[in-house]
Nanobody
Framework: QVQLVESGGGLVQAGGSLRLSCVAS????????MGWFRQAPGKERQFVAR????????YYADSVKGRFTISRDNAKNTVALQMNSLKPEDTAVYYC????????????????WGQGTQVTVSS
């Protein structure tokens, strides 16, 4: 089992940057595929980015490709989401997720979730 805690959210102007972090408990973090999702008010939670256990091939939603970067540090049990060129439509609660079976693009692909961190982008 793993517990996830996100941080780094906040209020930023359009065009600005934020770096989200997710710290995982436990000694088996390096075995988990990790993902970032987001949920805007009144909308479903949606995929943002994912990274496999070994930090290899990463995948992004089309809406964030070229602006966001996911990375992980298995020695520190952390996964990060660097967000650049932020837009008002990026406003949402951002969630970190983990799964032992490789993860994926959907909420049901991940077993463990953090509590989320709010990102607000003003125009």
């Amino acid at each position: 089992q793993v517990q996830l805690v996100e941080s780094g959210g906040g209020l930023v102007q359009a065009g600005g940057s934020l770096r989200l972090s997710c710290v995982a408990s436990g000694r088996t973090f390096s075995r988990y595929a990790m993902g970032w999702f987001r949920q805007a008010p009144g909308k479903e939670r949606q995929f943002v980015a994912r990274i496999p256990w070994n930090g290899g091939m990463t995948y992004y939603a089309d809406s964030v490709k070229g602006r966001f970067t996911i990375s992980r540090d298995n020695a520190k049990n952390t996964v990060a989401l660097q967000m650049n060129s932020l837009k008002p439509e990026d406003t949402a609660v951002y969630y970190c997720a983990a799964d032992l079976d490789g993860g994926g693009y959907y909420v049901h692909d991940y077993k463990y979730w953090g509590q989320g961190t709010q990102v607000t982008v003003s125009s």
